[in-house]
């Protein structure tokens, strides 16, 4: 098995430590700057982080991995022994000093000029991972604007990359860059007065804490670090706002959940860390350097020094930090968790996040120890209609637009549709809800899963979720529908398949949602609706929602179980699977009991019988050669179709909107198709229309005879008749008469009784399934 060691490698071999080598030992070490060099790549460190975490500028670092100085002793245990995590190793501390103390005496003196600037910033006991090219940026900011904050939910790293950038930045300013936290702080009054302490002003008597801020500040060149500003955002702004005005060599760095709103602010959006594309394998060395993977890795081995990221673990891990969003917070949290669970253990339990990510560090903030306790907290900093709207928005799993959550979350209650406008700004400004906008198409929403999670816990708890998700399926259901109508016409096709491939996430939430609370009926008509988008997409998926609503047909409308057959049997037939489409035959006896049932007397003439066969095409699509190969062909007496259509065509359907095409359809073909049909086809079909109940080849032949048609001239006739059936959709169904079908179904019984032209006929039709399917239709309907 492939493996990675979680360290990097030693000076004397390159690459990543696939292969054993020989074991590295202090003694390895001749140099002071050989030692210094190694084990700060076995910690993970930059030169860079190496040097913020020790107080020395990047340059000093090169120098002493040099051999050109050393630091002394006391600097050594203080600093450099921290930061290169070699505490519990005595045996590399040692030699580390010893390497060092020849150099050590009158070293102290030569560091004068690079002592760093005043400053309070705290040594930060674990490395920084990634973010090279966001700090770079916000450093960016910072020169050409005087106030950037950095905004982004909580756990996602705003605190630690803040002071990353203060860190880098701490020599360009002489005066210093001073930090103030406002995590314990909850009284807005006391904002002032927190800040003064830190720098060390002191009001005077009869002035205010601000107006002594303001004469501090005035001629200093000082970075201002206002961290965990988002519970006391407005007593923050109003110290900033004067500050920034009076006081020109000032910089402010602050972090929040928001923005504050004041001119000439930059605002930041803290990301993720990156994490690995789940649909793209890498080698193992290659998912290492990711930087979701590497956090979880570096805090994993803090823990379990042995840990090792192998071929066995790898999708798991994958699936750890892309489930976990790239969050840092939450990534650290789950690392903790290897010395009990393997990590494949971590990401089965991670649908139930904050139950598994608790027990953070006891020196952490309160808020920052568990996943939950952070939640709680932007949480309830929300007000209670923003409280309302993201327990809402839970109910979405493939994210959303403006037009869906107006329908979904709105209009209930608290909440109307005005209203979700306004609340979603909101909860993107606070860094709940993230916005996705690209050049020409509508935004789309979504929450991070963590966040989703919770507020999907929070509408549990509430008593509102089944309305909820019934105003989702009842959205759904009508977008799958309009689609479903401009799929069959033909028009933006592109457009509405791109569509619900989008939304199809959604889709499966509500289906789900059906199939859970045993609403059978709203998951068979929301499946069926989708049919031209399942033709398209997965016909697998589509049957297996279909074919679910089927197990409990008893309690499905009659109109709608035929719809769902028609979709379940369209399906099976794409596939292959002949079989199930005959199975699924009995949704044509549906829709003809319920045309026969209400219209008796409705008359069906040679002349339309193509294009009702077209009708069946679309509203049936099961085995019609079943009755066919029986020879139990029937004749419905056929007068005054046109009177009657629109009649007949609803009743067949039941009232389907998605069918109004079809009948349009209907209705422009019958003349049309008239003139398709021979003198000698006519007068078959009219000898035929005598039958008002059923009849046999041989009842047919007697009626027939008498003009040279036997058996197997009408045999021919009818083939002929069903050949130009086929000529007509072609011409009208265009794409949709390309599908592949077998003849032996319709030629097995009947082989010895049809002439070679017939058959050769079939064989070159029968390629096309639904091209044949309304061959099939024609002999159905025409002898009904």
Not at 534 to 558: N, Q, S
Not at 605 to 628: H, K
Not at 725 to 734: D, H, K, T
Request: glycine residues 6%; proline residues 4%.
């Amino acid at each position: 098995m492939r493996y990675t060691r979680i360290t990097p490698p030693c000076p004397f071999h390159s690459g990543t430590a696939l292969s054993r080598t020989p074991a590295v030992t202090p003694e390895t070490f001749a140099t002071f700057g050989d030692l210094l060099k190694y084990l700060r790549r076995r910690a993970g460190l930059t030169q860079r982080e190496l040097s913020i975490a020790v107080g020395y500028s990047e340059s000093l670092i090169s120098r002493l991995e040099q051999n050109q100085r050393a630091p002394d002793e006391a600097t050594l245990a203080a600093r450099f022994v921290p930061a290169l995590q070699i505490e519990h190793e005595p045996e590399w501390v040692a030699r580390l000093f010893e390497l060092a103390a020849p150099r050590a005496e009158g070293e102290s003196e030569r560091q004068g000029d690079e002592t760093p600037p005043p400053n309070n910033l705290p040594i930060q006991l674990t490395s920084f991972i990634g973010r090279e090219k966001e700090t770079e940026h916000i450093g960016q900011l910072l020169s050409g604007h005087r106030l950037v904050t950095l905004i982004g939910p909580g756990g996602t790293g705003k605190t630690r990359l803040s002071l990353q950038v203060a860190a880098l930045l701490l020599r360009s300013y002489p005066q210093g860059v001073w930090m103030v936290d406002f995590a314990p702080l909850f009284d807005p009054s006391l904002v002032p007065q927190t800040v003064a302490a830190i720098l060390d002003v002191r009001e005077r008597q009869g002035g205010s804490t601000l107006a002594a801020l303001v004469d501090s500040l005035r001629e200093r060149r000082l970075l201002l670090l206002l961290d965990n500003c988002e519970h006391l955002a407005d007593a923050c702004a109003y110290l900033i706002e004067p500050l920034l005005c009076a006081c020109p060599d000032l910089r402010i760095l602050a972090t929040s959940r928001e923005a504050f709103g004041i001119a000439g602010e930059a605002v930041f959006h803290v990301p993720s860390l990156a994490v690995p594309d789940a649909n793209r394998p890498m080698p193992i060395e290659t998912l290492v350097q990711c930087e979701a993977v590497r956090l979880f890795v570096e805090r994993a081995t803090a823990i379990m020094p042995d840990f090792i990221v192998a071929d066995d673990n790898a999708p798991a891990l994958v699936d750890v930090c892309r489930h976990l969003d790239g969050i840092p917070l939450a990534i650290e949290l789950a690392a903790a968790k290897v010395s009990v669970l393997r990590v494949e253990q971590i990401a089965a339990r991670l649908n139930d996040s904050f139950r598994l990510l608790g027990g953070g560090s006891r020196a952490a903030l309160p808020r920052h120890r568990t996943l939950r306790a952070t939640m709680d907290w932007s949480y309830d900093l929300l007000g209670e209609e923003e409280q309302t709207l993201l327990r809402r928005l839970s109910v979405f799993a493939g994210g959303w637009t403006l037009e869906a959550a107006e329908a979904v979350a709105g209009g209930q209650s608290s909440l109307i549709d005005a209203d979700v406008l306004e609340l979603l700004t909101l909860l993107v400004n606070k860094s709940l809800v993230v916005a996705e906008r690209k050049q020409g198409r509508e935004a789309r929403y979504h929450l991070l899963e963590t966040v989703r999670q919770y507020a999907r816990e929070k509408l549990a708890e509430s008593d509102e979720e089944d309305r909820v998700r019934e105003r989702q399926y009842q959205w759904f259901l009508s977008v799958a529908e309009r689609a479903d109508l401009e799929l069959m016409q033909g028009g933006k096709q592109e457009y509405w398949l791109n569509r619900l491939d989008v939304e199809l996430d959604n889709v499966r939430a509500a289906l789900d949602w059906s199939l859970m609370t045993e609403r059978f009926e709203a998951e068979s008509r929301l499946a069926a609706s989708l049919l031209m988008f399942w033709l398209h997409h997965g016909f697998r998926e589509g049957r297996t929602w279909l074919e679910a609503a089927l197990t409990r047909r008893e309690t499905l409308p009659k109109a709608l179980l035929a719809r769902t057959f028609r979709a379940a049997g369209r399906l099976a037939a794409r596939q292959g699977d002949f079989d199930a489409a005959e199975k699924y035959s009995e949704a044509v006896q549906l829709f003809v009991d319920r045309a026969v049932a209400a219209l008796p007397d409705f008359t069906l003439t040679a002349a339309n019988a193509p294009a009702v066969a077209q009708v069946c095409q679309r509203l049936d699509g099961v085995a019609l050669a079943i009755e066919l190969a029986a020879s139990r062909v029937k004749m419905l007496k056929v007068e005054q179709i046109a009177a009657r259509l629109d009649d007949a065509f609803r009743l067949l359907t039941g009232g389907s909107r998605t069918a109004l095409p079809c009948q349009q359809t209907l209705r422009a073909t019958i003349d049309w198709s008239y003139s398709l049909l021979s003198e000698t086809e006519r007068k078959v079909l009219r000898r035929l229309s005598v039958f008002a109940g059923g009849w046999t080849l041989e009842a047919a032949e007697s009626v027939c005879g008498g003009n040279g048609v036997d058996e197997r001239d009408l045999l021919d006739l009818l083939t002929q008749l069903a050949n130009k059936s086929l000529v007509m959709a072609e011409r009208e169904q265009g794409a949709d008469a390309r599908y592949s079908f077998g003849t032996s179904r319709i030629t097995c019984n009947w082989p010895s009784r049809l002439r070679p032209s017939c058959i050769n006929a079939i064989r070159r039709n029968g390629c096309r399934v639904w091209n044949w399917s309304t061959t099939i239709c024609v002999l159905h309907w025409v002898g009904r």
